[in-house]
């Protein structure tokens, strides 16, 4: 799995840290430097997955058939992404920007 920087903005701040140091970590050292951050960056959006993995963290969720998520997909599928993740690469370099519109819906 690949993670990284993003900056998010709104019409007052742009954020960006996450405090991690760029490099390659194992799932165990990951989700520790993850849980001590002030902000955990969840979204997908900030990564690149394999679409296997992707699936089967999916499918680690055990939701029935009739069940259908349409948010907070993110948070759930978090932590089964990264314990199928052998290796996870970190990038302090921001390759996405999210403006949020307090405006909209």
Do not use: R
Not at 50 to 61: G, H, V, W
Not at 84 to 97: A, D, G, K, R
């Amino acid at each position: 799995m690949l993670c990284f920087e993003a900056f998010i903005t709104n019409a007052k701040k742009s954020i960006k840290k996450l405090n991690i140091k760029q490099g390659k970590y194992n799932n165990k050292e990951f989700t520790m430097q993850i849980l001590k951050t002030k902000n955990p960056f969840w979204t997908m959006w900030a990564k690149i997955i394999k679409k296997d993995i992707y699936l089967k963290a999916f499918n680690m969720l055990n939701l029935k058939k009739e069940i259908k998520i349409n948010m907070a997909e993110d948070a759930l599928l978090y932590y089964p992404l990264t314990i199928l993740s052998n290796e996870i690469f970190y990038l302090t370099q921001p390759l996405y920007t999210q403006h949020v519109n307090s405006n909209s819906i």
